[in-house]
C-alpha cells in the first residue's frame, strides 16, 4: 500500500492505513503539528462501540489515507463531526 503523502489540515476526512477501510472507521482531523504529528477522532462516533466514541489519536501524518481511494467519505467534515 502506498503511504500518503499529502498534508492534512483541520476538519479533513482520513482513514488510519491499518484500520479496517469502512465508514464507521473514517476520523477527522482536529490539530495538526509540525513535525507531521496529526491529531483525529472518529467522525461518526454513533457506529462505534460506546468506549470508542471519544477517542483522540495522534499519528504521523503519512499512516492517514484519503477515505475517497476506498469508496469512503468524502471531503472535509460537517459540523456534527468536528471537536467541542
Keep these: 500500500m502506498q ?18 477501510f469502512e465508514e464507521k472507521m473514517v476520523r477527522v482531523v482536529f490539530k495538526v503539528e509540525e513535525g507531521g504529528k496529526v491529531w483525529t477522532r472518529y467522525a461518526f462516533p454513533e457506529l462505534l462501540p460506546l468506549n470508542w466514541a471519544g477517542r483522540e489519536m495522534c499519528d504521523l501524518n503519512y ?22
Design 63 to 84: 499512516w492517514l489515507l484519503d477515505p475517497k481511494r476506498f469508496g469512503l467519505s468524502h471531503g472535509r467534515a460537517k459540523s456534527c463531526c468536528k471537536r467541542p
Design 3 to 20: 503511504l500518503n503523502k499529502k498534508v492534512w489540515g483541520i476538519d479533513d476526512l482520513v482513514i488510519h492505513a491499518h484500520e479496517a
